[in-house]
């Protein structure tokens, strides 16, 4: 099994490591609320929001350029938030072809989107590198969550990884019956290729449902109930609640700077 696929956890001896994970997630969760309903153009706020990103990304001992990375993958998302520059009313910048203008209030709401959405990522980023994500559940049914979505989350994120397995012995499977020389390109015409990734997804369907049909019985078996099961005591110390009263602090003060920036 390919645990590298999905899991972005990153063992370090640091402070952040060692908090409990439901401070850890109440601070990312109030971090993203609270930058996303920071205003367009608050620069301050949003300057104030990365300092206490690469703060925490410090303290962690983490790379921020590692950090940097795994936010900018989200980066091809904002595509649907480029007919900003074109739409919202403001001086005209510059003008393109088909009557397109891109105006100053434009150019400031997408940039404020950019980096609202950089920010974000990067403080779910270090939630990810910083907690393994069987505490991520249990946090969350510390928090009340409904247990049937917690269940939903977990055997998603556990099942991704044996469907990738699958994935792979079915690549495997074609190169082998796929005869083909060593400086060429093999699998015939597209229509062929179209084919034959038809049937492997089909194949890929039928195999998940016989798979889950085979968990779900061998659950019942062993007595589960709905309710994950952890070593992990997950009792909130001096230090779990002087950080989340900081962490608190600090997107407060992000907040206030971003109301009056």
Do not use: C
């Not at 601070?27 to 990103?53: K, N």
């Not at 038809?198 to 889950?212: C, E, K, P, Y």
């Amino acid at each position: 099994m390919n645990a590298n696929a999905f899991d972005r956890y990153l063992e370090r001896a640091s402070a952040v490591h060692r908090l409990d994970p439901r401070v850890k997630v109440i601070v990312t969760l109030a971090f993203i609320v609270a930058v996303a309903l920071l205003p367009d153009g608050t620069w301050a706020a949003y300057g104030a929001a990365a300092l206490l990103i690469a703060a925490t990304t410090a303290a962690a001992r983490l790379s921020p350029g590692l950090v940097l990375r795994r936010s900018l993958l989200g980066l091809p998302f904002l595509l649907a938030a480029v007919t900003v520059l074109f739409t919202v009313p403001g001086r005209a910048l510059w003008e393109g072809p088909w009557g397109l203008v891109v105006t100053d209030g434009g150019l400031v709401r997408f940039s404020s989107i950019t980096l609202r959405s950089l920010l974000s990522l990067g403080a779910a980023v270090l939630l990810t590198a910083t907690t393994r994500f069987p505490d991520v559940l249990h946090a969350l049914r510390h928090l009340r969550v409904p247990a049937v979505l917690v269940a939903i989350i977990a055997f998603m994120y556990r099942y991704l990884f044996v469907l990738v397995d699958e994935a792979q012995r079915l690549l495997r499977a074609r190169a082998a019956r796929s005869a083909r020389l060593p400086d060429a390109r093999g699998g015939g015409s597209l229509a062929w290729r179209a084919a034959v990734v038809g049937h492997m997804a089909g194949q890929l369907f039928v195999r998940s449902l016989d798979r889950s049909e085979r968990v779900y019985h061998a659950m019942q078996a062993r007595g589960y109930r709905g309710e994950l099961l952890t070593l992990a005591p997950h009792v909130m110390r001096r230090r779990d609640w002087l950080a989340l009263m900081i962490g608190g602090m600090a997107i407060a003060t992000v907040t206030l700077v971003g109301r009056i920036a």
